[in-house]
């Protein structure tokens, strides 16, 4: 899953439904592979790309926002960008970005245009003070070939003005970032084209 160039045919694949499976607590990895289904490490959010027509979703996992990860940058300890490209006959999943611990922890999205999205990170504590380096957003366009180094993704903005260690626990993160036309007929990504990002909106948790 984690390695550049390849493509894997996919379905959908229900793990748990509360309606006829409960509320009782369970482990989602154990219970994904019982059912031959491919957990992802921590699946965080995702978009539609524009202009697709529903037709291609690209998302995020975080990884363990940790440089201590036992999976390492080789199989996704800190995360991925996957696209998922669906027609009437065919569903094939494939790598985007392979994070590193510079570019690591992604959480919320949005798309900057067509062919370019934005990811945000929430990296958390631990990493903050592994790295000696706080949140950014990266931009990331999906006609670049990620996979040769060093091709890395564009920074957008970044968390600064603020020495790591006078940064409160759990806060000054980059965790929201939204595309807006400035018309009340929005319409929806995955349907319509959209020309370019002209309103963003950043905000730190509480």
């Known amino acids: 899953m984690h390695t550049y160039g390849l493509s894997f045919d996919t379905k959908w694949i229900t793990v748990h439904d509360t309606v006829t499976d409960g509320t009782t607590v369970f482990n989602a990895n154990r219970l994904a592979r019982d059912k031959l289904a491919t957990p992802f490490k921590r699946p965080e959010n995702g978009q539609f790309r524009p ?9 995020d996992e975080t990884g363990d926002t940790d440089l201590l990860t036992q999976a390492g940058t080789k199989y996704g300890g800190f995360g991925a960008i996957f696209r998922q490209v669906m027609t009437a006959d065919t569903r094939k999943i ?8 510079a570019h ?40 670049t070939d990620y996979s040769a180094p060093p091709t890395n993704p564009s920074v957008s903005w970044r968390t600064s003005g603020i020495a790591i260690g006078e940064a409160p626990a759990g806060d000054f993160v980059v965790t929201f970032i939204d595309e807006t ?7 929806i ?18």
């Open 104 to 143: 690591s922890g992604f959480d919320n999205c949005a798309f900057w245009d067509r062919n370019r999205i934005v990811f945000v990170e929430d990296a958390g504590d631990t990493l903050h003070q592994q790295r000696q380096a706080l949140d950014s957003a990266w931009l990331f366009d999906l006609n």
């Open 189 to 206: 990504n995955g349907c319509g084209n959209v020309a370019s990002l002209r309103g963003a909106a950043w905000s730190q948790s509480s």
């Open 94 to 101: 494939s790598l985007v970005y392979n994070s590193d611990s």
């Open 51 to 59: 202009g697709t027509n529903f037709g291609e979703f690209v998302f």
């Open 181 to 187: 036309r400035g018309t009340k007929q929005l319409g």
